[in-house]
């Protein structure tokens, strides 16, 4: 109490000494005015400076890192879409060569098949011929009634055979007719078949109008890649996020299948392994195996997409031979059909120990229950069930290597333009910030000013009292420092 009391020049009273003190310091405060002016603003100059140029760095950053990542994303669009449009082509080529490549054969063969067709046709659609007017003519003379029989006899005989060549004439015609008949009959079968084939070749052409199409789209979006256009960066960016989605949800499912693989098979290698066996105090040996089995079958799995070329993940196996993929090709698959069989035997074996355990359970307690047993084919469904998952399971985990090439390419586009966004938005704090620290300088100088108002009431009001050439030269001198502070304060802004 007594040290804290020393300052007090009227003891009892901390108010009024509090003001004495005030009012003795106040001439004080006033010399120091402009000392203290340009500490305060040196120091906030100092404050704000580094982290306006920090500011300045991380957007010229941003700028740079947004630059590389249109770079990065426009040569992945433009290879991808010029893969695109090669298996295009390849598929245009191989319906070309599959489908069209007999049709001028086969255009020339209809063509003359229908000229055939329709040369019967005409031919079938003609009359019969009439009698000669010979004939009519012998007839009228046979009508004539004649005194010599003789002679009316040999013109009725006339008559008679003239009739029958006629008639056996008119039914060789007629047979002939029914025979084009019969092959127009015959050719109703062509006439399906040709429609089938021109309906075909329609679809087929068809077809090939829709590949030419997308042919078409996919250059105009190779074209606006090549020409570096925001549409094409803002198309293929939201493509990319939309994979980076897709591919995460899929590797996340993949996870839990992967879980439900490890619940299978840890049961089971902690009895082959060692349940007691540890790596670390708390990582037991049977789980590392149980996990080393997953990540093979993966590992296997990926491989086998590799050498299939579904994935592009690692170069150097594209670029081995034909039979050097085929061997590979065969020796994952085999080693993932070896390593499926053995989760199966695994899901098994876990069985029928979670089996005995229930039954050593049912023998230790006190109160036996009576149970029916059941060792029909309903009892055996769950472990039929659990071999086949574990045997299904390795095989649907080799397929993640696909949504793990997409997430690996899409997270490159994310990444960076989550990194932009970060940097911008670091940018942006470190400005405010900057600024704050500026206009508190400010407000510090104005209320020190506020502290020391009387001696700068004073001061004004001597400075204003009009007394000739001192009163010019105050107000001269008044001008001069205003020029000097606001050419100070141009410089410190730039």
Known sequence: MAGSALWMIVPGNAALSAIVLFLIAMPFLYA??????????SVGHLASGPLRLASRWLLAVA??????????????????????????????????????????????????????????????GEVPPPPPEWVEAVDAVAKVKNGNELVQRVLEEINST???????????????????????????????????????ADQKMTSLNDRATQIDAQIDKYQEIVKKTDKAEHALTMSQLTQFFISTLVLAIAAGGALINYKLIALPMSEMVGAGDYLTSSLRTSDVAALVIIFVEATMGLFLMETLRITHLFPRIHNLSDQMRGRMLWIALTLLVTLAGIEAALALMRDMLIADKAALLQSLATTAQQHVANDGWLARIPTAGQMLLGFILPFALAFIAIPLESFIASVRTVGGEALVLLARATAFVLRLAGNLVRNSARVLVTLYDVVIVVPLMVERLVKARPDGAGGRNVSEARLKSHDVDEHKLVARRN
């Open 162 to 200: 003239i009739k029958e060549i006629y008639q056996k004439t008119l039914g060789e015609y007629r047979n002939a007719y029914e025979e084009r008949h019969k092959i127009l009959n015959g050719f109703m079968p062509f006439w399906r078949s040709l429609d089938k084939t021109l309906a075909q």
């Open 63 to 124: 700028r740079d890192m947004k630059e590389r990542n249109k770079a990065v994303l426009l040569a992945h669009g433009r290879e991808e879409t010029g893969q695109l449009i090669t298996r295009e082509f390849e598929r245009v080529a191989t319906l070309v060569r599959r489908d069209l490549e007999g049709y001028p054969a086969l255009q020339r063969r209809l063509l003359d098949e229908i000229t055939r067709v329709e040369e019967d046709y005409k031919k079938c």
């Open 32 to 41: 120091a005015r402009k000392p203290v002016h340009e500490l305060v603003r």
